[in-house]
């Protein structure tokens, strides 16, 4: 047995007499929501050369800092006494040939700083450079940290 499905019913066109016609819901929707004007498109436009901008200004940001010219790790650090401590710092730069500045702090259970300096490095052959710090402490150190690296004047 066939089973025929019919096609829905078109929906009859409308009379010549209500082509155009705006019903009272059409036009308060309109009156409500103009079309865009030049003003409209101008602001829009600018809204979007200004996040484009902004992006590519976040994106070079970006790409400048993730190379510095100079950057520093503690690898290690051991306090030997109540009143030092001792770090392994590696330096890495991208001209071995310029001198360093990284200043060092050291703190205690408390979180205080209990030490505090300016470490020089001074031009060297290679661009990984490590050296052996040594802090004076008021107080027990627990922790040491490289609070930034740049390159001396």
Request: proline share 8%; charged share 25%.
């Amino acid at each position: 047995m066939d089973c025929i499905v019919p096609f829905p019913a078109r929906r009859p066109w409308p009379s010549q007499g209500t082509m155009g016609a705006v019903t009272s819901e059409e036009a308060r929707i309109k009156a409500r929501y103009p079309k865009a004007g030049p003003a409209d498109y101008i602001l829009g436009g600018g809204a979007a050369v200004a996040v484009l901008a902004a992006i590519v200004l976040v994106a070079l940001t970006g790409v400048r800092n993730s190379n510095p010219d100079v950057v520093a790790m503690i690898r290690g650090f051991e306090v030997p006494s109540a009143t030092e401590i001792t770090a392994e710092v590696v330096v890495q730069r991208k001209d071995p040939s310029d001198p360093v500045e990284c200043r060092m702090y050291a703190q205690a259970e408390s979180y205080e700083t209990v030490a505090e300096r300016v470490v020089e490095i001074p031009p060297g052959a290679d661009k990984l450079t490590s050296i052996d710090v040594t802090l004076k402490t008021t107080k027990e150190a627990t922790a040491i940290r490289i609070e930034g690296c740049r390159v001396a004047d």
